[in-house]
């Protein structure tokens, strides 16, 4: 150690001593008391001077030299490059991590799932950043993170689960978000030493910080497999469910949609009606304009306007929906696809998206990009039609304030958004996201769409069910370019879109800005240089740093 004389001493002979041992003996034999009480000393100096370093990033400062040769020696403790790029098996002396995160007696035993979080984020930091470099191709980073950090970290918090020390889970789980990925949700839930309760608790945990419907859709891919987890989604979800659906084609495949009570006939013609008065009021022509359904269903607005003579294609998510319709309407253009990867061939002078599909868009940048892919398919001046479910009163209203009812009584930190979990019948039920009135506008603001207030419908369904409709036409002079960062903040705050800083999140293309929702934070004032990097094919990936205050954004410059 070159270094020692730069640093505490106290924390380098400390550091020396046990970097001495773990790398002449092998694992076979328990760690020593001593070096046990060694490592959490070591493992909070990091923590402690890796603060003082934010507090003063990009600042040259002691702290950041100390905490930056702690965060080495750790390293080459728990990862050394030789280990991490190793192609056979494994150092034995890999193993102690093994032995020190199981060991209950550990003091301060969530530094040492601080610091493999850290090194976890900076890992899926580097790939997002390097993305277009031959970091880790081969996947032998990953692979040894994975037998090596991973378990360390799940037994970690399993510790701190059954200790009810909740404060330092939510820290470690920041860094797991940082990471931009919820596939080690699975792992970390998936402990047979916690009782049910402490699984509940540890889920809440991670709802507070990844969002509700990403753990939701984890615990659920567990209830499929194992009955013990099946209780536990029950639990999230505040009744007792026996089949678990978290995926809208699973959803459609096990109903006879034809046969939604709510989709009756006399429905059916109002809302053909207004399609066809939305038309008239903005001139588009029946046979030359381009008319799109979006999440078209079995047809029951394209197949009668079809037969009309409108020219309409018709787009769905489901194969079952697609073949009903071609076999129903032959004549009828049917595309199966993704609304979100929605890519017309001309611009459409009318995309309506009705039978309130817009909801199974249940996370804010799902919601977003839904919005952006219909206003970059719409004509300059084109019209969308949409309806929400009035989320203000009657039905709607009582399922959204039992459910949020439910959720503040397990622990669910509250926001603004709107969660419902509610379906056809008590066996096909699933999360949904419901919108206030001025949500709805943001997210239409957000990509150039204006409200036609005098076309603003709220209708009544049944029983207390009621449906508003909604007209925005796509405003020729909207300019990504005018737009600051005020009004970025006030739509990510309103419709709760960072809300967990989700690096997702912050690199979204936003088709109708040009550029990431990311880029668009940190670039603001050079808006126009990034939007035409972006087209020659320079990408700036944001990185979400986090942090003891809270969270960073960083990127690369390649414009």
Known sequence: MSETDQHNPDINHLSFALEQYTTTHTATEPLPQKYKDTLPVILKYWDDNRKKAEDTRFKESTADKDAAFTDRFLSSLFGPEDILFCEKELPSNTNYIEEISKDPDLKDKKYLGIFMAHKLSNYYGLKSIMHTSDYDKDGYIRKNYDAIIVPAIKNNITLLAKEADHESVKTILSYLRASGTTEYVGTMLNQPELSDDEKLKLSVDMINTWGLVPIINEVAKLGKKDPEYQKLY?????????????DTQELYSQIDFKNYALNHPEFTN???????????????????SEIVDLGAGYGRHAI???????????????????ESMRQDCPTLPVVQENWHNLSLDDPANLIYCLERSAHHNNT????????????T??????????????SSRGFYDEKITAYKDHLRNIGVNEDKLKHLFSGFDANHKMNRLALTRDQILDYASMVGLKLDPAEEKNVHVKDEMYNTYYTFIKDPDFDPYDITLDQINHWVSETSLTKNNDPKVYNTLIKSWGVSLGEAMIYQKILPQVVEGRKAGKVNPVDVITTHNGIMLETTRNF
């Open 234 to 246: 029950s639990s999230l979800q505040g009744q007792e469910i026996t089949n678990i659906i978290n």
């Open 270 to 288: 109002n809302e053909v009606k207004l399609i066809k008065h939305v038309m008239d009021k903005y001139h588009i022509d029946k046979e030359s």
């Open 304 to 322: 009668p306007l079809h037969q009309e003579g409108y020219n309409i294609t018709a787009f769905d998510l489901q194969s079952e929906h697609c």
């Open 364 to 375: 804010p940048i799902d919601m977003l990009k839904f919005f952006d892919a219909v206003s």
């Open 377 to 390: 398919n719409l004509d300059d001046n084109g019209v969308l039609l949409i309806d929400f479910a009035d």
